[in-house]
Nanobody, 116 residues
């Protein structure tokens, strides 16, 4: 069974940076999965932040373009989200997602709080 474990969240001041990591385990076909980062703020629906295909193509929400970068290291079975110029509205629980066909898996989430 695929497992995703996020790490790297925390409290950061506006304008600061954080790097989230997602460790993938449970399948030897990890490089074939499309990977993504989603977030959910209190009272809001979960939304896409960024995703990256098995081939390395990336896609970003308009709200994070130019500030966030998604990447993957298939050898290490890791996916990263480098977040810069953070804003209070980026505060949310961030979730890692893996998708291959109809198989979708989620991590447990990591809290990111942007506040002075």
């Amino acid at each position: 069974q695929v497992q995703l474990v996020e790490s790297g969240g925390g409290l950061v001041q506006p304008g600061g940076s954080l790097r989230l990591s997602c460790a993938f385990s449970g399948s030897i076909f990890s490089s074939m999965f499309g990977m993504g980062w989603y977030r959910q703020a209190p009272g809001n629906q979960r939304e896409l932040v960024a995703d990256i295909s098995s081939g390395g193509s990336t896609n970003y929400a308009d709200s994070v373009k130019g500030r966030f970068t998604i990447s993957r290291d298939n050898a290490k079975k890791m996916v990263y989200l480098q977040m810069g110029t953070l804003k209070p509205e980026d505060t949310a629980v961030y979730y890692c997602r893996a998708e291959l066909g109809r198989r979708i898996f989620w991590g447990q989430g990591t809290q990111v709080t942007v506040s002075s």
